[in-house]
Structure formats: C-alpha cells, structure tokens
C-alpha cells in the first residue's frame, strides 16, 4: 500500500489507497483485515474473480482531460483493490522479466534506468562531432494498439504464473465508467 503515491484517487467505488493503509495501520482490525486483504488478493490472481464481476472490476472510472495540443487524454481510474492486486501481479512480474528486458529496455525492472539513459544520450550528444546527428524516435504506446489476445499470449509464455490474472483482466472487455456512460473497452478482444 505504501507504492501508492499519497492522495491517489479511488475507482468507481470510491475506495481509496488510503483508506485500506488506514484499516492496516487500525490496531482493532489489523490481523484480521490482512489475512482477509491477503486471501481476497490472492484468490484474484488465481482467476477466481467470478466472470459476471470481472467486466466491472477490472474496468474504472473514466476521465477525460484535455490535452495542451489539443484533443482528449482519457484517464481511467481503476478499483483499489485491483489496482492493489495489479501490483502484487506487476512486482513478481517485473522481477522475473528483468533479464529478458535488459538491455533493450530500461523502464522496467530497472531503477533509476531511463534517467541513466537520458544522461548517457546527453554526455552523448556532448561530444558528438559537429558533423553527425543523434535521432530520438518517439514511438507509438504499444499498449494502445496490441491485442489482448497477444498481450495473452505473452503473459502466458513469459510468466505463466501470472496467466490466470491476466486471463480474468483480459478475456472480457471492461466497463469504463464516464458520467452516466458506460463504455466498453474491449479493442482487439480474444474469441470466447
């Protein structure tokens, strides 16, 4: 619960990281809500998340921002407690991805590693001949265009102990929560 930044938002419910890191820190409730905390977490990354729930409880609250060059950021705030679990799922997963991930890819698995890339490109540049040029390439957010049946497929075949999590995630489209609407997410959708 400390990963959470402080005054994170809450999702469609309205539970906040705070909340739970409040119950935690509850000395009438603390070894109880963490065992119950714990089993609920666990029985989420092992698939067990019922598939008439799994639409709403991975979906969010939507929001949409402006963006300064115009157009819309759509911001999606999800449940706490699958955010929580999300995180779990993420620090056993960036754990045993890190040697797969280096050294292409340094935002990942890898402290303080996009920062040494900005300085190693600006010592770089620093003493780069008048005569020659440097590119920075500004590529297209990868999660915005993949299939989820792809996304699926590499979960499975990288860190198959996570599967299950990201099958329940994944196999169904989401509800995104806007206002009165209801959108739902589901681009590149795998075949039931």
């Known amino acids: 619960m400390l990963s959470f930044p402080a005054g994170s938002a809450g999702g469609p419910d309205g539970l906040r990281p705070q909340h739970i890191r409040d119950m935690l820190l509850c000395r009438e409730a603390e070894s109880g809500f963490i065992t119950a905390l714990t089993a609920f977490v666990n029985m989420t990354l092992?698939?067990?998340?019922?598939?008439?729930?799994?639409?709403?409880?991975?979906?969010?609250?939507?929001l949409a921002l402006n963006k300064i060059s115009g157009g819309i950021r759509p911001i999606a705030i999800g449940f706490t407690l699958r955010r929580l679990t999300s995180k779990c799922a993420n620090a056993y997963g960036v754990n045993h991805l890190r040697s797969f991930f280096l050294p292409r890819q340094l935002?990942?698995?890898?402290?303080?590693?996009?920062?040494?890339?900005?300085?190693?490109?600006?010592?770089?540049l620093e003493a780069l001949p008048a005569d020659h040029v440097m590119i920075k390439l500004d590529f297209t957010n990868a999660f915005n265009i993949l299939h989820r049946h792809d996304m699926l497929m590499s979960a499975h075949n990288r860190v198959p102990e996570?599967?299950?999590?990201?099958?329940?995630?994944?196999?169904?489209?989401?509800?995104?929560?806007?206002?009165?609407?209801?959108?739902?997410?589901?681009?590149?959708?795998?075949?039931?």
């Open 46 to 62: 092992s698939s067990r998340c019922p598939s008439e729930v799994a639409p709403v409880f991975f979906g969010g609250h939507l």
């Open 107 to 124: 935002g990942v698995g890898t402290p303080g590693g996009c920062e040494a890339a900005i300085h190693s490109a600006h010592r770089y």
């Open 162 to 192: 996570l599967y299950a999590f990201c099958y329940s995630a994944y196999s169904h489209p989401s509800a995104l929560f806007y206002g009165s609407y209801i959108i739902s997410s589901e681009e590149g959708h795998p075949p039931q």
